[in-house]
């Protein structure tokens, strides 16, 4: 079955310690990215990236690193997380190129979503 | 100006009715575009993405107007589960981005 799955579901940690969240796609997408989702904010853009060893800054970037080492896989490093990055986050992938002929890009797909929480 | 403005609604609908929701982009270069539907706190599933030429899928008809930069979805014969949010998703330059959302309640 075609998905991205992303690991923990639900975590709740303290200021300060190092967390990762995983998110994995089976799907051989290039593109992979990871948003937040905050009441009244929608969804907003940490990071993306267009391929192996390509990443780029989104709109919120800031306390957050990311990784792409293998094209499945997108961590999302948390080095020294905070309050204001409790949230609720989404990974998602895309096949980047798709013939004009079809509309354009491929939507994205999303992982389930984890709920974070820093107290 | 944000990127991708969608009126936050709620639109509070009876069953049957036909509700129309638009989105207005403010990138005029703008390359792809999409409608996505949310339940509550899960992620969000593709509805459909929103050809040039408009396109229909059941129920759900999506429009493109490139010289006034907007998309609708409209939705026909709403039914109970259609009551989630709707998100417009329009894509340039390597980015999504995301409306806020419009909340659809379809009561009995």
């Known amino acids: 079955e075609a998905q991205v799955t992303q690991n923990p579901r639900y975590l709740i940690t303290v200021t300060g310690k190092k967390l990762t969240v995983t998110c994995s796609q089976n799907?051989?997408?290039?593109?992979m990215s990871w948003y937040r989702q905050d009441p009244g904010l929608g969804l907003r853009q940490i990071y993306y990236?267009?391929?192996?060893?390509?990443?780029d800054k989104g709109d919120v970037p800031e306390g957050y690193k990311v990784s792409r080492k293998e094209k499945r896989n997108f961590p999302l490093i948390l080095e020294s997380p905070s309050p204001n990055q409790t949230s609720l986050y989404f990974c998602?992938?895309?096949?980047?190129?798709?013939?004009?002929?079809?509309?354009?890009?491929?939507?994205?797909?999303f992982g389930n979503g984890t709920r974070l929480t820093v107290t | 100006r944000k990127e991708v403005e969608q009126d936050p609604g709620p639109f509070n609908v009876p069953e049957g009715a036909t509700v129309a929701f638009n989105c207005t982009y403010s990138?005029?270069?703008?390359?792809?575009f999409f409608w996505y539907r949310q339940d509550c706190r899960k992620e969000p599933k593709l509805l459909m993405s929103?050809?040039?030429s408009g396109n229909e899928d059941g129920r759900f008809t999506a429009q493109l107007n490139r010289a006034s930069q907007y998309i609708s979805l409209l939705i026909r014969d709403s039914k109970l589960s259609d009551s989630a949010t709707y998100l417009c998703v329009v894509y340039n330059f390597n980015k999504f981005y995301f409306g806020s959302g419009t909340k659809l309640n379809v009561k009995p």
């Open positions: 990138n005029s270069a703008s390359q792809s």
């Open positions: 990236s267009m391929n192996v060893e390509v990443t």
């Open positions: 998602a992938s895309s096949h980047f190129f798709t013939p004009r002929s079809q509309g354009g890009y491929s939507p994205l797909h």
């Open positions: 929103v050809y040039s």
């Open positions: 799907m051989n997408h290039e593109y």
